[in-house]
């Protein structure tokens, strides 16, 4: 079975601060792929970045960075010098290889409120 | 180009209906998700649909509830005899195909409400 536990349900930050949200999964499977979405205001879920299991090199983006641990079953998110865009749910979510498709199986998201 | 795009966005229907939601995926895309998003659920995946095979069901609740994909593009999502635990915006998703390295595009969602 898949799991992926967001513990963090809300976190409130002043802009320009450095966030980070927590993502751990539980799955049987070797080989799977990590993503992050972000749902805005609006509703419609963005794509922010998938990793595959084999790679566990960190990744930045501009503000955005991960950080994936196998040895933790951990794949966090940070936002670095946050801005009141930034405002949103956040997903994290698994899908093993073994499906033959991509079958997300969602955290149930963090909640990001980013104040002037 | 054009995204993903859902109707209605919003249905209210008492309970005891059938509603029908439809997802009109972009173009080209081959495979196309439904997914539902609750307060008391969170986001799960519904049903999978890649070109003209057959269907993952595996997510589907309930057996009130189906899906079509006609000519390999627009999908309709049935719910029949709707209940008030149906209540969850639904959303749908598309990709270039359905191999786990293609990112899926989401629509903006129908809100449904039973009453």
């Known amino acids: 079975a898949q799991k992926v536990t967001q513990a963090q349900t809300e976190i409130s930050v002043v802009e320009k601060e450095d966030v980070t949200l927590d993502c751990v999964y539980e799955?049987?499977?070797?080989?799977?792929?990590l993503f992050w979405y972000k749902q805005p205001p609006s509703g419609e879920l963005v794509f922010l970045i998938r990793r595959n299991s084999f790679d566990e090199q960190n990744e930045i983006s501009g503000r955005y960075s991960w950080n994936f641990q196998k040895s933790t079953s951990s794949f966090n998110f940070t936002i670095t010098a946050s801005q009141v865009v930034d405002s949103a749910v956040y997903f994290c979510?698994?899908?093993?290889?073994?499906?033959?498709?991509?079958?997300?199986?969602f955290g149930t998201g963090t909640r990001l409120l980013v104040s002037p | 180009g054009a995204g993903v795009s859902q109707s209605p966005s919003n249905k209210v229907t008492e309970k005891g209906k059938d509603v029908e939601l439809r997802c009109d995926p972009i173009?080209?895309?081959?495979?196309l998700y439904w997914y539902r998003q609750s307060l008391g659920q969170g986001l799960e995946f519904l049903i999978y649909f890649q070109g003209n095979s057959a269907p993952d069901k595996s997510g589907l609740p309930s057996d009130r509830f189906s899906a079509e994909r006609t000519g390999g593009s627009v999908s309709t999502l049935t719910i029949q005899r709707t209940q008030q635990e149906d209540s969850a915006v639904y959303l749908c998703?598309?990709?270039?195909?359905?191999?786990?390295?293609?990112?899926?595009?989401f629509g903006p969602g129908t809100r449904l409400t039973v009453t």
């Open positions: 799955t049987r499977d070797t080989t799977y792929y």
């Open positions: 998703a598309s990709s270039l195909s359905g191999g786990a390295e293609y990112e899926q595009y």
């Open positions: 979510a698994l899908s093993p290889l073994g499906t033959g498709f991509q079958k997300l199986v």
């Open positions: 173009s080209g895309h081959t495979a």
